[in-house]
């Protein structure tokens, strides 16, 4: 046989070993700077930061590079593609191309010089399975025994267990968000014995509830929290700081995804206490209702995902206060329960994947105010707890995820008010 014979493992003479097939895969890349080469695949890891990818500056059509993105990372720290001299897509080298999407992942092929390297697949990977979460309902005060520091655990099911021994200050009128994507935080609020505070404390991702640690920011009672952005971040905002109903703010105070308290900042909207707070859509939250000092009110201010708090958006609802929220679904939220000018409500109002707020819904369960909710499981929360206008009361109900609440289950636990809820784990 005459000419060059490829691709023929068995086209020569000697020992026949088996050729390795598809690219070479090679070491995951940490580093700012990587120069690639054809022929090969690289798992690219920008958790601690971005990357700038040097493609080669000579290729041949056909050849063939996969970027895959680690550690799902690129949505935060993004590649940068240097086509180094060569043409990325018929654009020469002066653009600069980036891709800023967690779960990416690129397969270049060099088609020439006109085209140059031409993304043949540009996907985004499958979510990583998400683990079913619990919730956590903590603090809050009681008839007889004034303020406390136990807890109740919510299943992955949102089955309530029965009290846990507190650990931190007793205290009631705090509020509780999670950070960090599966821990939680409780912070500030007040009791008799140590007045108005920002204590904080953290909730690991077993459900511990950490000791009293120095929370930043102006100490304050009946304000509401929630998570928000894609990495974890919480934010505290609203409440009041002084006595006899003086003092209601607009203050706001971001958490970082280690659960560290940002100083003081100027929030948005209407200052008010006893609003309700909770996420919707992917990285984005809500505030709504509340009383300002002299009117109960149904605004609410959306958060953006980098934690500002927008001004107010006329309200849709019955005007009230004292109520909780919560995320629902997977993109989802509600308003439920609280206290409107007259009386206690059951009165509930979904939150749409873009922040809108929609009319009342006909409650279900007893009307109650001053309680809290969370969510558990994937994409299911229960509101619990609170006082019916006559007693406290440890009654819970489920949320589905469409957003339906169910009928009164009996509770477990301490009956009490003036708690908060977060989800964990």
């Known amino acids: 046989m005459s000419g060059l014979v490829k691709d023929n493992i068995f086209g020569s003479s000697g020992l026949v070993v088996e050729a390795a097939g598809g690219l070479s895969w090679q070491p995951v890349v940490t580093a700012s700077t990587v120069t690639v080469s054809a022929a090969k695949g690289y798992f690219i890891n920008t958790t ?29 720290n993004a590649i940068t593609i240097d086509s180094n001299g060569l043409n990325f897509q018929s654009s020469d080298d002066t653009y600069i191309v980036d891709y800023d999407t967690a779960g990416q992942s690129l397969n270049l092929v060099y088609s020439g010089a006109t085209v140059g390297w031409t993304p043949s697949s540009d996907i985004v990977n499958a979510d990583e399975p998400v683990a079913p979460q619990q919730g956590i309902f903590a603090y809050g005060q009681a008839a007889g025994v004034d303020w406390i520091s136990m807890s109740n655990i919510v299943s992955t099911t949102g089955v309530v267990a029965a009290d846990v021994t507190g650990v931190g ?10 950070y960090g994507t599966d821990k939680a935080i409780f912070a500030y609020g007040s009791s008799d014995a140590i007045g108005k505070v920002n204590t904080r404390n953290l909730v690991n991702s077993s459900g511990v509830i950490a000791a009293d640690a120095t929370g930043a920011g102006t100490g304050r009672t009946t304000l ?11 934010v505290f905002a609203y409440g009041q700081t002084g006595g006899g109903g003086t003092g209601i703010g607009n203050i706001r105070n971001l958490v970082s995804n280690e659960g560290v308290i940002a100083s003081d900042a100027t929030g948005a909207g209407t200052a ?13 939250a809500i505030f709504g209702f509340g009383y300002s000092g002299s009117s109960w009110l149904s605004v609410s201010n959306l958060v953006s995902n980098s934690g500002v708090i927008a001004t107010d958006t006329t309200g ?6 004292q109520l909780a929220a919560v995320s629902y679904g997977t993109d989802k939220a509600i308003f439920g329960f609280g206290q409107t000018s007259s009386s206690e409500t059951n009165l509930s109002n979904k939150v749409s994947n873009s922040g809108v707020v929609a009319t009342d819904t006909t409650g279900v369960g007893t009307a109650r105010r001053i309680l809290a909710a969370t969510k558990y499981g994937i994409d299911t929360a229960i509101f619990g707890y609170g006082f019916d206008g006559s007693s406290d009361s440890s009654l819970t109900n489920k949320v589905s995820n469409t957003g339906i609440v169910a009928s009164d289950v009996t509770g477990v636990g301490t009956a009490r008010y003036g708690l908060a809820a977060a989800e964990f784990g």
């Open 48 to 76: 601690s930061n971005a990357c700038t990818i040097t493609l080669p500056s000579v290729a041949t059509a056909g050849d063939q590079i996969i970027l895959v993105d680690y550690a799902r990372t690129w949505g935060t």
């Open 169 to 178: 200050s007793a205290r009631a009128g705090l509020a509780a968000a999670n």
């Open 224 to 234: 509401a929290a929630t998570g928000y952005g894609s990495t974890g971040q919480a």
């Open 272 to 284: 008010r206490r006893e609003p309700a707070a909770a996420r919707y859509g992917t990285d984005t």
């Open 316 to 321: 849709v609802g019955t005007i009230r206060a």
